[in-house]
């Protein structure tokens, strides 16, 4: 699985770096690979056990496939729990690749971006209890997401909906963990999306269009 991934980056990237003419038809890719990085600011609201919490989400992505995030939850003061705790982690949108390459792309802007936008995340998030200090628990987070554009194209504002579970490890000693060790949660936010050029992977000069 890792190599078909690599091969699939290689191979998106020297399309990318080749460029196209006009008459070659539209362009799928929505600005996708206008750059080879993607970098995505957003603030929003996370859904959780007893209230929800402000939530600021920072990510970075290579050729809209694979990338890492950072979200920061806080309940300022509120019932939430935890009341506010940092994840990170790292994500993995496995569509995208696979249907442009394969011309499957449907050609509506918001359809495309928004299945290709489909991911899987995983990683970590360092907790505070309500009665404790930042980081007093650390958690597993797993969850999905997808993501749909409002300006029809890959820069721009888009509205994002990640949902999972965080499990910490005194949750897999007991028999009925409380919110604080195992609970599930939904993010909604809007956040800005911008593609640019990286320069990750040099594979010539001239950029796809």
Request: net charge negative; charged share 20%.
């Amino acid at each position: 699985m890792p190599s078909l991934l690599v091969s699939l980056l290689a191979a998106a990237a020297s399309v990318s770096a080749a460029g196209t003419s006009a008459g070659q038809g539209p362009d799928t890719t929505h600005g996708r690979v206008d750059g080879d990085l993607d970098l995505v600011v957003g603030t929003g609201v996370t859904v959780g056990p007893r209230a929800p919490r402000a939530a600021f989400d920072l990510r970075l992505r290579y050729l809209e496939t694979a990338g890492l995030f950072f979200t920061y939850e806080e309940g300022f003061g509120g019932p939430a729990e935890p009341v506010r705790l940092l994840a990170f982690g790292t994500e993995v949108r496995p569509l995208f690749l696979p249907k442009w390459l394969s011309g499957l792309e449907t050609g509506s802007a918001w359809l495309d971006l928004a299945i290709d936008s489909i991911g899987v995340e995983l990683g970590g998030a360092a907790l505070e209890p309500a009665s404790g200090s930042f980081g007093a628990r650390f958690a597993l987070q797993l969850g999905g997401s997808v993501e749909v554009p409002l300006f029809g194209r890959a820069s721009g504002l888009w509205l994002g909906f990640h949902g999972g579970a965080r499990w910490s490890d005194v949750a897999l000693a007991r028999e009925a963990p409380t919110a604080l060790e195992r609970s599930g949660y939904l993010q909604i936010t809007i956040s800005w999306h911008q593609v640019f050029e990286g320069h990750l992977v040099d594979v010539g000069d001239a950029r796809r269009r």
